[in-house]
């Protein structure tokens, strides 16, 4: 018995007296860092000029049982203008994102070409007189004063593919725009200042570079699509406006958090 006891003590000493091997010693990890996967941008740039196909209508009334029904077709064209916007998103992985984005568009108004003229008589509401003007006379060329501004809210999907700190993506967005006119003819005492919302789609396509781990900066360009807009001028004109697809050049600042 006092040979077992002196042998314990024995493997005792030995143990402690040996050293600690790293391996031997186990390390619980450390939690992963929480992903951030929310983010807010800005992006601002150069929204092109384009043209609006615009058909014009008005009754005057004669006299009587006659009216005279007024119709115009035509083009009217902008300037390049600018665009300004911000959006917050949220990226589900790598390759997908969504994000709710507002915008606003503005540009100068510069003319209205009036194509065709059409005169319609009634009489008590039937037609019995007609004339049709094909216009391509410098008189039919209207000096158009004043600007257009439009918000946009849009909910854009985004697909993207990760290349280390480049990121190209493409996306497309759906809401609304609304669209403020703010417009005057030189050459006659007629302007309008009216407002109409319609739909709008949209496609966007781009490259972010990563600066940090949460700062991002790139460059996109967009297509917008809007419906019809409908307004009205002080002449009681009844203008319906179709915009050809608008498009913009972009830069834009990212922050993740």
């Known amino acids: 018995m006092r040979h077992l006891n002196g042998l314990l003590c024995g493997a005792a000493l030995l143990l402690l ?6 391996a031997d010693v186990y390390i619980a990890p450390e939690p992963p ?19 609006w196909d615009d058909s014009a209508s008005q009754s005057f009334d004669l006299g009587g049982p006659i009216t005279l029904d007024v119709n115009l077709d035509g083009e009217v064209s902008t ?6 916007g911000a959006a917050v998103g949220y990226g589900f992985n790598d390759f997908f994102r969504a994000e709710v984005e507002v915008n606003w568009l503005g540009q100068d108004l510069n003319e209205f070409d009036i194509d065709t003229i059409d005169l319609v008589f009634k009489n008590a509401g ?6 049709n003007i094909d216009c391509n006379d410098p008189v039919c060329s209207l000096n158009l004063g004043g600007d257009v501004s439009i918000w946009t809210g849009m909910i854009n999907a985004i697909l993207q593919v990760p290349f280390g700190r480049i990121i190209p993506y493409l996306g497309i ?3 609304f725009a609304h669209v403020d006119l703010n417009g005057n003819f030189d050459d006659l005492s007629i302007d309008f200042d009216d407002t109409d919302t319609s739909f709008a789609v949209q496609g966007i396509a781009g490259i972010d570079v990563g600066i940090t781990e949460n700062i991002g900066i790139g460059v996109r360009g967009r297509i ?12 009681g004109f009844h203008h319906d406006l179709d915009p050809d697809m608008f498009t913009t050049a972009e830069a834009v600042l990212t922050v993740g958090f």
């Open 17 to 22: 007296a040996s050293p600690v091997k790293a």
């Open 33 to 51: 860092v929480a992903d951030q996967p929310w983010y807010v941008s800005i992006h601002g740039g150069i929204k092109f000029n384009e043209d």
């Open 79 to 84: 300037d390049d203008g600018a665009i300004f």
């Open 126 to 131: 039937d037609p019995f007189a007609e004339i």
């Open 173 to 175: 967005g759906a809401g």
């Open 224 to 235: 917008l699509h809007i419906g019809d807009v409908e307004v009205e001028d002080s002449f």
